[in-house]
């Protein structure tokens, strides 16, 4: 595979560390960096959606078609920003953003009854019938005393989350 | 977390839920369930963290990642040295090597042609003039890679019931391994020369063959091999139960054909010495030839076999468990790390089970709550 370190200049690096908000450290990035080339198998600059797929601890994931459409097709610089919800230097309330731009698919700031069973449906696959979810959401909406119109905004998302903590984080390995 | 300010619609998120109050876990099995909130639902927080841990670094890709040396050229004194070994390499090496290698060819055709056609009639003799001649071709094949393999343990004996298995590396390992002991072996068609060889002189040895893309062939491929080893004049069969190649530093799962034949296995551990080469073979970044001339312009190719004892199915143990038993000993001795994917991975999707398999976790775990 050879010294791809070598292809990223210092500038290039600082430049993807200002993009996340110096959710990484300069290390983690080059280590990121390797990653991405290693993903990146065709070498075109971003890693494809069959790319991703190609790691079987991704595809297992029932969430791993929303987040293809997040992350396909991201250059380098993007796809740093992308992890960045889950460096241990981001802040919760950028977590629960994140959280919230997987839920709000059409990007319209809201997150309606509707797209939470969406993911609900995601994660749930045939073990829930349609009719036992909209259950469960309607009886939890109820409970926060929302109406099932409701739409959320992330002010809303934030303060559902509450003071408890968020366990969102993945290590960056170094070699 | 600073105070949020709560209007009169969501006071209700405010109220004092004892379980704020306690460590935070995730909505996926726990021992004890609790009520379910709204705040449980959107936490999709383990789901996503898993995903973005595959994404920055997942066990299946380490294994067929080729590690290539640093290089160490790089100061005035050692990069003139390093051009030095660059011309001996390439400009001495190689070639006594493809002259030694185009010798053997010219011996070998010279011998097995004839012993082909003009002793068609007695098969006996021919199988051990073309097993003896394949041997003498994979001695000369190690050489022109100045391959030094150090074998330990007893040599393989041509008995029925017993079929060899090993880690796999590259193509190279059965080259290794044939040159001491003429085993008949199980592999998937390759196009080209390789090809060619394969139908000529394996077919002689005795060779199973198998397409990956098949999905019947998997139960064609297991009566031949049943077949096979009870065979009293065959040649001992080798089976690299991982499926492909994988980079001599990590294990795939093994497939369980080779643990369900009713015969002993006989583990064989294989360990390349990384100073010198790297052996593997990534089918996806170089073909056969290219990995061949790499060897052959490299200074040696170092390794250890090991000939690990004999293995029987255990009573109650089920053919996955053998297999499982069997990768260990292996591991353990070649000092590779296991993981728990399936080699056919490289080439096919993961089955839609495992998904369905945490979907199914996650459902249970919310109606359970949900019914307190």
Not at chain 2, 202 to 226: H, M, P, Q
Request: glycine share 6%; charged share 25%; with cysteine.
């Amino acid at each position: 595979m050879g010294n791809s370190s070598s292809m990223l200049t210092q500038y290039d690096i600082e430049e993807v560390q200002e993009h996340c908000n110096h959710a990484f450290s300069q290390q983690e990035i080059l280590s990121l960096y390797n990653r991405f080339c290693q993903l990146d198998r065709n070498s075109g600059g971003f890693v494809s959606t069959d790319e991703f797929m190609s790691v079987p601890e991704f595809a297992v994931n029932p969430l791993a078609q929303r987040l293809l459409r997040m992350v396909d097709g991201l250059n380098f610089k993007e796809f740093v920003a992308f992890l960045s919800a889950f460096s241990p230097r981001t802040t919760p309330w950028q977590k629960i953003e994140f959280i919230f731009k997987v839920y709000d698919l059409d990007c319209n700031g809201k997150v309606t009854f509707d797209d939470i069973l969406s993911i609900l449906r995601d994660l749930t696959g045939s073990f829930m019938s349609e009719q036992q979810r909209q259950k469960v959401l309607a009886h939890v909406f109820e409970e926060a005393g929302l109406l099932p119109d409701s739409s959320l905004g992330l002010s809303d998302f934030i303060k559902i989350f509450g003071s408890s903590e968020l366990k969102m984080e993945v290590e960056v390995p170094i070699d | 977390m600073a105070g949020i300010e709560s209007t009169s619609a969501e006071i209700d998120l405010d109220r004092p839920n004892l379980e704020e109050y306690l460590p935070p876990d995730s909505i996926h099995g726990r021992d004890s369930p609790k009520n379910l909130h709204l705040r449980d639902l959107l936490d999709i927080s383990p789901t996503l963290t898993e995903a973005a841990g595959a994404i920055v670094d997942d066990s299946f890709t380490r294994c067929f990642k080729s590690n290539s040396p640093e290089p160490w050229n790089w100061n005035i004194y050692l990069f003139p040295l390093w051009c030095l070994g660059v011309v001996v390499r390439y400009g001495i090496l190689f070639p006594l090597r493809l002259f030694t290698l185009l010798l053997g060819w010219i011996i070998f055709w010279a011998g097995f042609i004839p012993a082909h056609i003009l002793l068609k009639g007695q098969d006996k003799l021919r199988r051990k003039i073309e097993r003896n001649l394949v041997e003498m071709m994979c001695s000369v094949f190690v050489a022109s890679w100045t391959g030094v393999v150090k074998y330990h343990g007893p040599r393989p004996s041509m008995r029925p019931h017993q079929v060899f298995v090993a880690n796999h590396t590259s193509m190279i390992d059965f080259i290794i391994l044939e040159q001491m002991t003429a085993f008949a072996v199980i592999m998937q068609k390759h196009p080209g020369w390789v090809g060619f060889i394969q139908k000529t002189i394996l077919e002689s040895v005795g060779c199973i063959w198998f397409n990956r893309t098949e999905v019947k062939d998997r139960e064609i491929v297991a009566r031949k091999l049943r077949e096979h080893v009870q065979g009293v004049d065959n040649n001992p069969l080798l089976i690299f139960p991982e499926g492909t190649c994988v980079n001599n530093q990590y294990t795939v799962m093994f497939k369980k054909g080779a643990f369900e034949l009713g015969c002993a296995v006989c583990p064989i551990a294989i360990k390349y010495n990384k100073i010198f080469v790297d052996a593997f073979w990534n089918s996806k970044k170089q073909s056969f030839t290219m990995h061949l001339l790499r060897l052959m312009t490299s200074w040696a190719v170092v390794c250890d076999v090991w000939y690990l004892e004999p293995q029987y199915l255990q009573p109650g143990e089920t053919a996955i468990e053998f297999a499982e038993r069997v990768r260990d000993m292996i591991a353990a001795r070649a000092g590779l790390k296991k993981v728990p994917w399936d080699g056919y991975l490289k080439y096919f999707r993961p089955s839609p089970k495992l998904t369905e398999k945490k979907q199914q976790i996650f459902a249970e775990d919310v109606l359970r709550r949900l019914e307190k």
